[in-house]
């Protein structure tokens, strides 16, 4: 892939409205676009709003408009991905601010226990950074400077076709350098911006919610609380990130996180 012009390269660009910022703190992703080209010719996209799980943050609905009763009857993320994995196979993603966006696709992935594949990762954030000296180098400054149109902006798929028109133009600028391949686009934006962060493995195999999580089971917990108080709970674990776990709490009826370290005591619990 690394050697493939970006004339005949496949490549998705991504775009996701979420509830917030964390994912590590179980944050969710409200809406997602993929656009799947070769070269710079669109082949194939997908946008949906999402239903997270979970409260949506004001200060995220304000900035995407995206409000509750949006995504109240909207698929789950788990219920789309057979929809996305076809555009996102083989491909190399392009993204603005890519870490943020793989963030939270990893980790919608490890919630549906599906597997995430992802190809060469190019950023345009970190392109307008060590190429350009934009005044701003948030995506909608980025486009504006460029004179490119921005609809829907801080939608998913209105983000995503400006994205592919960023790209565009960066490419019209940088190729005539000899910038043709997709590993001297690597180079160009400085290396790789990230990478799959797999918290599971740091578990022992016989750590209980390591199990819990490879076996959808239910996981019985002593928990601390910030303020101090121990409690139990029951919860369905569903993924690991960083130091968090984000799991259903039965307790509550609905998605919490928790910090590993509060976890005095785990044990299993059988099938339902």
Known sequence: MLNVSLSQAPFVFLDVETTGL???LGDRVVEIALLRTVGFEEVGRFAALVNP?????????????????MVAEAPTFAEIIDQMQPLLQNAVIVAHNAPFDMGFLQT????????????PILDTLMLARRQYNFYSNSL????RSLNIPTPAAHRALGDVLTTHAVFQRFAADLQPQG????????????????????AIDRLADDHPLKIALTQSRPLKID??????????RIIEPKTVSGRFVVAFCRLRQEQRTFRLDRILKAELMPHD
């Not at 799980?53 to 009763?69: C, F």
């Not at 919608?108 to 190809?119: D, K, T, Y």
């Not at 928990?223 to 139990?232: A, D, E, N, P, V």
Request: charged share 20%; no cysteine.
């Open 108 to 119: 919608e992935f490890q919630i549906a226990r599906a597997p995430l594949s992802a190809g």
């Open 179 to 198: 910038l043709v391949s997709v590993g001297d686009w690597l180079r160009l934006q400085g290396g790789v911006v990230w990478q799959a962060e797999a």
């Open 223 to 232: 928990y601390r609380t910030g303020g101090g108080h121990i409690t139990t």
């Open 22 to 24: 964390r994912p590590d």
């Open 140 to 143: 909608g400054n980025i486009a």
């Open 53 to 69: 799980q979970r409260p949506l943050n004001r200060d995220a609905m304000r900035v995407n408009g995206i409000t509750p009763s």
